[in-house]
């Protein structure tokens, strides 16, 4: 079983739609969620982090479910530019640092 | 502004040829990081550091090497042993408490020709 595992996609959604995606996670103790965005050919970059209580930051909203090993984000009313791949991140239980990156799942907005 | 760079931006090597991938960062961040990224594929952690003078590998350092010498500079060895090198290779860095994530350098992409 992969680390961190995540729907490739693509989601083909139209413009003003919400869309959700969802990842999961093998390692129960992993400590820290992030939301990483990736445009083609472009270095990743950090959306948001993802809190126990949930957060929300404008269209974007990140969830955690530790009981059943799972985040997720919800993008409210989409627009064009919210076409990218959408990598879920884990910081497993280590004092290393590392980061654990899923696959990416890709999301495409249409007109 | 505070940032990382990486350099070249395009690099292409010989077979049987080692080459240098730069990264620096001014960020005054403790902890750097390479991976390594193929097309349709997720990251994977070929070297990490996290303090000067001492680094680690990660889950695909065969082929590759590192130095630390200086905390702001942390390069990529690509060595004539890594057969398969084409890729987009990321650098990243962190603080101390790692809150906050990565911050990514912009990339080198390595052909092989």
């Known amino acids: 079983r992969k680390e961190v595992e995540q729907d490739p996609g693509p989601f083909n959604v139209p413009e003003g739609a919400t869309v959700a995606f969802n990842c999961t996670y093998s390692?129960?103790?992993?400590?820290?969620f992030f939301w990483y965005r990736q445009d083609c050919r472009k270095e990743p970059k950090l959306l948001m982090s993802?809190?126990?209580s949930g957060n929300e930051d404008g269209r974007f909203t990140a969830q955690l479910n530790r009981a059943s090993q799972y985040i997720s984000l919800l993008i409210r009313d989409s627009k064009l530019s919210d076409s990218a791949t959408y990598l879920c991140v884990v910081m497993p239980p280590s004092n290393t640092g590392k980061l654990i990156f899923g696959q990416g799942t890709t999301l495409q907005v249409k007109p | 502004d505070g940032g990382i760079t990486q350099s070249p931006k395009y690099l292409f090597r010989k077979e049987g040829q080692n080459v240098t991938l730069s990264c620096e960062q001014n960020l005054n961040h403790d902890a750097m990081y390479w991976y390594r990224q193929d097309p349709g594929q997720g990251l994977r952690l070929i070297y990490y550091s996290q303090i000067v003078n001492d680094f680690q590998k990660g889950d695909i350092a065969e082929g590759y090497s590192v130095s630390r010498e200086k905390k702001e500079s942390f390069p990529l060895t690509v060595t004539s042993a890594q057969k398969n090198p084409t890729a987009f290779y990321l650098c990243?860095?962190?603080?101390?408490?790692?809150?906050?994530?990565?911050?990514f350098g912009s990339g080198t992409r390595l052909t092989v020709v």
């Open positions: 990243a860095s962190t603080t101390r408490d790692r809150v906050f994530g990565y911050t």
């Open positions: 993802v809190y126990s």
């Open positions: 390692n129960s103790a992993s400590q820290s």
